[in-house]
């Protein structure tokens, strides 16, 4: 099944929905969240950040499983989190705070392994590489940045460089509204909209500005096709423009250079967009809390989704199996319900001293290799094996189905990790020889 979830700013709760039917699947209560804070973890539970107050000096980090409405752990951060993101595999979260902070936990255990100062003003938005080695941010303060995750947790580099990112985009004038990245790797495009009307297109391999694009009103969200032919974006005037990335637009277009057209005149304002390649369809929400989904071959809507009410400022694409809970017996409901133990638990709220050894606090890798920094640790693989012997004492349809996910899990984190130490053994290998061949030459 693939679903389409959406939050709101306002308590309006989660929807979910089947994108092929437009099936509503559960409501998810008690959720009042910031753009660019709702995160699908590893595609076993969903997370976001509150923000009901936006004079707070706090905030929290709800979590919710996939077959329960209601908020079940709830984390309380050291300030209030805007921008949440996950890696692929689920094993870490990535949150950007007020102050322009960036702090990153561990998923299983819920400890803080690291936390940077990225930004001057506070982070709106956090994306993945799809590689999971980079993290790019954008903030208020205008600036796109990338790092690099091994970097971020080398002592060394740290020590020796002037500063963690890779790359320092600062070309916007005003603040952030979204970033995606393209399917290239390390030649991949970064792609960011910003309250100055413009989007900009960024070449991850050569640190440089590529193409810059003047909207007719300010773009507060953008998705990219797969084939990275155009992108689309959404206005504040109603409208979702398409601009090409590999051509000018025609002599005849109405929106200038690079734009080709657009696919809607609402009179909301266009506030999140999500691709599904899946059909080359194309998700949009707007403030009027309406959901449309786009054949984006013929530039018709075909179907309509309607949030409880308020606007619609987060979208998620989200393959899950999932069954309504009509259609579960008393039995798999009483399974589902021990799930509870298969959620983290709260986020750390602040590291660890040096002398402090609780487990609920922050391991910030110094000592060890990059691996244990990116969620491989010891730790993690024991509340794994203890996942596992779980379900197996269980012995139920329903988690029979979870233990052979989680063992799937379990060997991509294994073989992950292996590739991890490879990679770390590669490179102190090269160290170590750089250093003999000087030695050699000074002798």
Not at 32 to 61: I, K, M, N, W
Request: aromatic share 8%; net charge negative; glycine share 10%.
């Amino acid at each position: 099944m693939v679903l389409v979830v959406a939050s709101s700013s306002v308590d309006s709760g989660i929807g979910c929905w089947d994108l092929h039917t437009g099936a509503e699947q559960l409501c998810y209560k008690s959720c009042a969240s910031p753009a660019h804070g709702l995160v699908c973890v590893g595609e076993r539970f969903l997370a976001c950040s509150q923000l009901r107050d936006p004079a707070a000096t706090s905030g929290s980090v709800l979590y919710w499983s996939w077959f329960k409405p209601q908020v079940e752990v709830k984390s309380f951060p050291a300030e209030p989190i805007m921008a949440l993101a996950s890696n692929n595999e689920g094993t870490y979260i990535v949150g950007g705070g007020f102050s322009g902070d960036i702090y990153l936990w561990e998923v299983l255990s819920g400890r803080l392994l690291m936390k940077w100062h990225a930004h001057y003003r506070a982070v709106t938005c956090l994306e993945f590489s799809e590689d999971d080695s980079l993290l790019i941010s954008g903030s208020e303060d205008g600036c796109v940045r990338v790092w690099s995750l091994l970097k971020v947790f080398d002592d060394g580099w740290q020590r020796e460089s002037k500063h963690l990112y890779e790359h320092s985009f600062t070309g916007h004038n005003l603040p952030v509204t979204d970033i995606v990245i393209g399917y290239g790797g390390s030649n991949a495009i970064i792609i960011s909209s910003s309250v100055d009307r413009t989007c900009k297109v960024w070449s991850l391999s050569k640190g440089k500005l590529l193409r810059n694009i003047i909207f007719p009103s300010i773009i507060d969200a953008i998705a990219l096709d797969p084939g990275e032919h155009v992108f689309y974006g959404g206005g504040r005037d109603g409208k979702i423009y398409t601009a090409a990335l590999n051509a000018k637009s025609p002599s005849s277009s109405d929106y200038g250079l690079h734009i080709l057209g657009s696919l809607s005149n609402q009179s909301k304002s266009v506030t999140s967009l999500a691709y599904c390649s899946s059909g080359n369809l194309l998700i949009s929400g707007s403030e009027d809390g309406a959901i449309k989904v786009w054949d984006t071959r013929t530039n018709n809507i075909i179907r309509v989704l309607k949030h409880s009410k308020g606007p619609v400022n987060n979208l998620l694409i989200v393959q899950h199996q999932l069954l309504p809970t009509s259609q579960l017996n008393p039995t798999s409901q009483g399974s589902l319900r021990k799930h509870r133990s298969l959620l983290p638990p709260a986020l750390a709220k602040f590291g660890n001293s040096k002398d402090d050894d609780e487990d609920t606090g922050v391991i910030i890798g110094r000592s060890g290799p990059p691996m244990e920094s990116m969620g491989f640790s010891p730790i993690s693989s024991h509340v794994m094996d203890h996942q596992i012997t779980e379900l197996q004492q269980q012995g139920s349809a329903a988690t029979g189905m979870e233990l052979e996910r989680l063992k799937r899990e379990y060997g991509k984190s294994m073989q992950m990790q292996q590739q991890w130490r490879k990679l770390y053994d590669n490179l102190h290998q090269y160290c170590v020889n750089e250093l003999l061949d000087g030695d050699q030459t000074k002798i």
